[in-house]
T-cell receptor
């Protein structure tokens, strides 16, 4: 069955520290991969997406993610976290066709210590 | 920038009531979606629409219906609200299947 796993429900990091949020997927074919961020009381905003090509993808707000096919992973990273990065982060996968059925992970809530 | 507007930020309804959640987008997107968001479950797709009067079931359509009479508006209907439909409902739109989703701010629905 197709699924997305974000193993960390909560992560706390200090401001200025590096960040890595994990995402593993189970999918029958090469999927489209996304990371979205949800700030408190807001809808989701796209951080970055991977369709093909370079497996290291750059996104907005200084985030990047690396697609590793052998590990079925698409982990999100940021070298130096800012207090404004505190939010919930969702990984999502979707088929490489005209379907819109994205599968979202359960989310990881990031807390930033001053 | 694209704006997706959901008519209510908070709603409180009673069991058995008919509930309408409205969503409007201003970028002429053909594709619109309704998700529900529950703690520990992420987002789950209820219904989506790829054109006016067209709709397709998502992963959890039971207990819901939708209406798309105009391109910019996509309504989610709970015919007879139940307590297990207490959730955050998110509307989204996109111009194409490989384009990003634009989300509304969500509606926190409580069914008592």
């Amino acid at each position: 069955a197709q699924s997305v796993t974000q193993p960390d429900i909560h992560i706390t990091v200090s401001e200025g520290a590096s960040l890595e949020l994990r995402c593993n997927y189970s999918y029958g074919a090469t999927p489209y991969l996304f990371w979205y961020v949800q700030s408190p009381g807001q809808g989701l905003q796209l951080l970055l997406k991977y369709f093909s090509g370079d497996t290291l993808v750059q996104g907005i707000k200084g985030f990047e993610a690396e697609f590793k096919r052998s590990q079925s992973s698409f982990n999100l990273r940021k070298p130096s976290v800012h207090w404004s990065d505190a939010a919930e982060y969702f990984c999502a996968v979707g088929p490489m066709d005209s379907s819109y059925k994205l599968i979202f992970g359960s989310g990881t809530r990031l807390l930033v210590r001053p | 920038d694209v704006k997706v507007t959901q008519s209510s930020r908070y709603l409180v309804k009673r069991t058995g009531e008919k509930v309408f959640l409205e969503c409007v987008q201003d970028m002429d997107h053909e594709n619109m979606f309704w998700y529900r968001q529950d703690p520990g479950l992420g987002l789950r797709l209820i219904y989506f629409s790829y054109d006016v009067k067209m709709k397709e079931k998502g992963d959890i359509p039971e207990g819901y219906s939708v209406s798309r009479e105009k391109k910019e508006r996509f309504s989610l209907i709970l015919e007879s609200a139940s307590t297990n439909q207490t959730s955050v409902y998110l509307c989204a739109s996109t111009g194409g299947f490989n384009e990003k989703l634009f989300f509304g701010s969500g509606t926190q629905l409580s069914v008592l």
